[in-house]
């Protein structure tokens, strides 16, 4: 009878389905994460957005050029270069 108690409390600590997708996501995630922290672009990008003045320009951007044409926006972006 000992060998069937050890089976039950096997079975009983093995991870149920839910328990294991959520240990994959969140391994997932890390690995996710710590793949950003070490992409150069990445990192350069987090700099650019954390400096205040250009996180100032991000926040005046315009939402409403859904509709532009290639030609207004290229109008635009030459506009804003110079």
Not at 45 to 70: F, K, V
Request: glycine content about 2%; cysteine-free.
């Amino acid at each position: 009878m000992p060998a069937a108690r050890d089976v039950q409390s096997t079975a009983s600590q093995a991870p149920s389905p839910e328990v294991r997708r959520i240990s994959d996501d969140v391994a997932a995630a890390r690995n996710t994460a710590m793949s950003a922290l070490n992409n150069d672009r990445f990192r350069v990008m987090l700099e650019q957005i954390s400096d205040p003045q250009s996180s100032g320009a991000l926040m005046t951007m315009r939402s409403d050029a859904a509709g532009t044409d290639l030609k207004s926006a290229q109008s635009s972006y030459a506009e804003n270069s110079e």
